[in-house]
Protein backbone atom coordinates (compact mmCIF):
# COMPACT_ATOMS: atom_id res chain seq x y z
CA UNK A 1 0.00 0.00 0.00
CA UNK A 2 0.80 3.39 -0.55
CA UNK A 3 -0.47 6.31 1.40
CA UNK A 4 -0.12 10.23 0.46
CA UNK A 5 0.00 13.52 2.61
CA UNK A 6 -0.75 16.63 1.56
CA UNK A 7 0.17 19.25 2.80
CA UNK A 8 -0.40 23.30 2.25
CA UNK A 9 -3.15 24.88 0.86
CA UNK A 10 -5.80 27.95 2.13
CA UNK A 11 -7.22 30.54 1.11
CA UNK A 12 -5.18 33.35 -1.04
CA UNK A 13 -6.14 36.39 -2.99
CA UNK A 14 -6.15 36.83 -6.98
CA UNK A 15 -2.83 36.95 -8.01
CA UNK A 16 -1.47 35.25 -5.15
CA UNK A 17 0.91 32.14 -4.35
CA UNK A 18 0.43 28.28 -2.72
CA UNK A 19 2.46 25.25 -2.72
CA UNK A 20 1.55 22.08 -2.03
CA UNK A 21 3.15 19.36 -1.22
CA UNK A 22 2.54 15.81 -1.19
CA UNK A 23 4.58 13.19 0.82
CA UNK A 24 4.80 9.47 0.02
CA UNK A 25 5.15 6.13 1.89
CA UNK A 26 4.90 2.70 1.25
CA UNK A 27 5.04 0.22 -0.95
CA UNK A 28 6.57 2.25 -3.76
CA UNK A 29 8.17 1.23 -6.90
CA UNK A 30 10.95 2.95 -9.87
CA UNK A 31 9.27 4.21 -12.60
CA UNK A 32 6.38 6.04 -10.62
CA UNK A 33 4.15 9.17 -11.29
CA UNK A 34 3.25 11.41 -9.03
CA UNK A 35 0.73 14.41 -9.79
CA UNK A 36 -2.33 16.49 -8.46
CA UNK A 37 -5.26 16.38 -9.74
CA UNK A 38 -7.86 19.14 -8.54
CA UNK A 39 -12.42 18.80 -8.44
CA UNK A 40 -13.93 22.00 -8.24
CA UNK A 41 -18.04 21.67 -6.52
CA UNK A 42 -20.61 20.19 -9.55
CA UNK A 43 -16.80 19.54 -12.07
CA UNK A 44 -14.96 16.16 -12.59
CA UNK A 45 -11.67 15.85 -11.23
CA UNK A 46 -8.86 16.95 -13.66
CA UNK A 47 -5.55 16.92 -13.78
CA UNK A 48 -3.07 19.52 -13.14
CA UNK A 49 0.55 18.47 -13.55
CA UNK A 50 2.34 15.54 -13.32
CA UNK A 51 5.96 14.16 -12.69
CA UNK A 52 7.64 11.16 -13.72
CA UNK A 53 10.71 9.95 -11.94
CA UNK A 54 12.68 11.01 -14.58
CA UNK A 55 11.33 14.46 -14.34
CA UNK A 56 9.07 14.91 -17.34
CA UNK A 57 5.88 17.10 -16.39
CA UNK A 58 2.42 17.29 -17.82
CA UNK A 59 0.42 20.39 -17.40
CA UNK A 60 -2.93 21.21 -18.01
CA UNK A 61 -3.29 24.28 -20.39
CA UNK A 62 -4.93 26.23 -17.96
CA UNK A 63 -2.01 26.82 -15.65
CA UNK A 64 0.66 26.54 -18.41
CA UNK A 65 2.93 29.42 -17.04
CA UNK A 66 1.22 29.52 -13.66
CA UNK A 67 1.87 26.19 -12.05
CA UNK A 68 4.98 24.24 -11.70
CA UNK A 69 5.97 21.08 -10.52
CA UNK A 70 8.83 19.08 -9.05
CA UNK A 71 10.02 16.15 -6.95
CA UNK A 72 12.21 14.55 -4.80
CA UNK A 73 12.85 10.97 -5.65
CA UNK A 74 14.97 10.48 -2.52
CA UNK A 75 11.92 11.87 -0.32
CA UNK A 76 9.48 10.65 -2.69
CA UNK A 77 7.86 13.91 -2.40
CA UNK A 78 6.53 16.13 -4.97
CA UNK A 79 5.60 20.12 -5.15
CA UNK A 80 3.09 22.06 -6.76
CA UNK A 81 3.64 25.82 -6.81
CA UNK A 82 1.12 27.91 -8.03
CA UNK A 83 1.76 31.49 -8.70
CA UNK A 84 -0.74 34.15 -10.29
CA UNK A 85 -4.02 32.04 -9.05
CA UNK A 86 -7.66 33.04 -10.23
CA UNK A 87 -10.75 32.38 -8.86
CA UNK A 88 -11.14 29.28 -10.90
CA UNK A 89 -8.23 27.90 -9.76
CA UNK A 90 -10.46 26.85 -6.76
CA UNK A 91 -11.00 23.22 -5.72
CA UNK A 92 -9.81 20.51 -3.74
CA UNK A 93 -6.26 19.12 -5.14
CA UNK A 94 -5.33 15.83 -4.46
CA UNK A 95 -2.31 14.31 -4.64
CA UNK A 96 -1.72 10.99 -7.11
CA UNK A 97 0.82 8.37 -7.35
CA UNK A 98 0.56 5.64 -10.01
CA UNK A 99 2.62 2.79 -10.51
CA UNK A 100 2.36 -0.52 -11.98
CA UNK A 101 3.36 -3.55 -9.77
CA UNK A 102 3.73 -6.74 -11.20
CA UNK A 103 1.90 -5.85 -14.30
CA UNK A 104 -1.17 -3.94 -13.17
CA UNK A 105 -1.26 -0.28 -13.08
CA UNK A 106 -2.02 0.97 -9.70
CA UNK A 107 -3.40 4.53 -8.62
CA UNK A 108 -3.32 5.98 -5.52
CA UNK A 109 -4.68 9.47 -3.74
CA UNK A 110 -4.28 11.76 -0.49
CA UNK A 111 -7.54 13.19 0.81
CA UNK A 112 -7.05 16.37 -0.60
CA UNK A 113 -6.34 19.72 0.52
CA UNK A 114 -8.91 22.77 0.04
CA UNK A 115 -7.67 26.15 -2.30
CA UNK A 116 -9.65 29.08 -1.83
CA UNK A 117 -8.88 31.99 -4.66
CA UNK A 118 -11.05 34.99 -3.75
CA UNK A 119 -10.88 38.82 -3.09
Known amino acids: QVQLVESGGGSVQPGGSLSLSCAAS????????MGWYRQAPGKQRELVAS???????NLADSVKGRFTISRDNYKNTALLRMNSLKPEDTAVYYC?????????????WGHGTQVTVSS
Open 26 to 33: GSIYSFNV
Open 96 to 108: NLQQTVLGSPLSY
Open 51 to 57: ITEGGST
